[in-house]
């Protein structure tokens, strides 16, 4: 949808820029200008559209950066950030002669046996799953548009269709009476052909309707107006393709190295980091004496965690179980998705064929009733059967062609093509 404005005071065509009115009205104007859906010209326009506006794709930056901040704390030298403490003890509450203890410690965490590979190997992982994650709402994003797009097709198709019958039967209408007032038709006649006009029209509102829904669930996905010709797309050839190349197997199977490696991690971490400690120690046994220091080093081994260590790797492994499965259920459920659509496009182009050679017959067949009618050898009912049946005709076809370009769609998104 576009929108142009053209500010004048009748006598100069440029605009004034000075008056602040002008100025507040052309902001306001630019503004409705940059709310207005644009219109997509593919599919491709859409999708990435209808991605810029998605709460999950708008959350790919920070996700990716948390995945980097992993990977990131994996290859520090330390599992957590080194601490400091500082202690002082003396003898007021005592003897009071001045006894002075000051200790510094510095600690550092250190790394368990194969918990640090783990980290990495969880980084990468994740920062994987994030990218396959993105591709597969793409795809799925993709699928939504395919349907909305095909949608608008038929209710466009139906719309127009139920408008040719409304002209045409407004036309027969206003023979019939004519013919009626003339004593050549009787006036049942004459009222029937106003019936047929009537449910035309009622079939034209109905199939109005019908096309601006469509429309705006188009334009609610993708924040854009469907383009004036709505182009099929061409059945893509990806038979040795390999499953991992799938988006959707991919994110799955991304899923599944995740799991696994936050099954190693939990393995890796039975026991919350040692720790080993820099001791500096500061003392005097009495006022007037002066400080003496000493060094010293402390390593602290914590024991197991037991039933917390046992929770976190179950719950590990239920989770890489459970992404397991959905890989192979994903699988499956792809080959059922592309077998019936390579199914349906066969029979689809067979029944296309079938509807060519009924309207051919059937156009045939209106064009012998009107010039029977015409010539009073039949009578109006046996011309609306004749018509009846050229319009049927000419709905199924139209419907077996979108129907055919929605199943080249719904093949490409079977086989992870995008638009």
């Not at 002008?22 to 104007?29: F, I």
């Not at 496009?345 to 051919?360: H, I, P, S, Y």
Request: glycine share 6%; proline share 4%; net charge neutral.
């Amino acid at each position: 949808m576009q929108l142009c404005c053209l500010w004048t005071d009748g006598q100069r065509d440029e605009p004034q820029v000075g008056n602040p009115l002008m100025k507040t009205l052309s902001a306001l104007v630019l503004g409705l200008c940059a709310v207005l859906p644009a219109g997509a010209q593919t599919l491709a326009d859409a999708l990435e559209s209808a991605l810029a506006r998605h709460p999950v794709a708008m959350s790919a930056v920070p996700r990716a950066e948390a995945a980097d901040a992993l990977v990131e704390a994996a290859e520090s030298l330390t599992p957590r950030p080194l601490s400091a403490s500082l202690a002082t003890l003396n003898d007021r509450l005592g003897a009071n002669r001045g006894s002075q203890e000051w200790e510094l410690e510095l600690a550092a965490p250190l790394w368990l046996p194969r918990q640090q590979n783990a980290q990495k190997a969880l980084g990468a992982s994740t920062r994987e799953e994030v990218r396959a994650s993105q591709r597969a709402l793409r795809l799925q994003l993709a699928g939504e548009l395919r349907e909305a797009w095909w949608a608008v097709a038929a209710a466009r198709n139906g719309e127009q269709l139920a408008g040719r019958r409304a002209r045409t039967a407004a036309r027969l209408e206003a023979d019939v009476i004519r013919r009626s007032k003339a004593g050549e038709l009787a006036r049942v006649d004459a009222n029937l052909a106003s019936s047929e006009r009537l449910d035309a029209q009622a079939a034209l509102a109905t199939a109005h309707s019908e096309r601006l829904q469509a429309e705006e669930a188009f334009r609610a996905l993708s924040a854009m107006d469907a383009p004036e010709t709505l182009i099929p797309e061409g059945v893509a050839v990806s038979d040795a393709a390999s499953p991992a190349d799938h988006p959707q197997i991919a994110a799955d199977l991304a899923a599944v190295q995740l799991a696994r490696d936050r099954l190693a991690v939990a393995d890796a971490a039975q026991r919350e980091a040692p720790e080993l400690a820099l001791r500096v120690v500061r003392e005097r046994g009495a006022r007037g004496e002066s400080y003496a220091s000493a060094l010293g080093l402390k390593l602290t081994i914590p024991f197991s965690l037991g039933p917390r260590a046992r929770q976190e790797s179950a719950a590990a492994r239920a989770e890489l179980a459970q992404a397991e499965g959905q890989v192979a259920l994903q699988e499956r459920k792809l080959l059922q998705e592309t077998g019936k659509a390579r199914r349906e496009l066969a029979t689809g182009q067979k029944q296309l064929q079938l509807a060519r050679e009924r309207l051919a017959l059937s156009t045939d067949t209106l064009v012998l009733a009107e010039k029977s009618f015409s010539l009073g050898e039949s009578d109006l009912p046996a011309l609306l059967r004749a018509r009846a049946a050229a319009q049927d005709a000419e709905v199924a076809l139209a419907r077996e062609e979108i129907s055919l370009y929605a199943w080249q769609s719904r093949l490409n998104q079977s086989l992870g093509v995008l638009p």
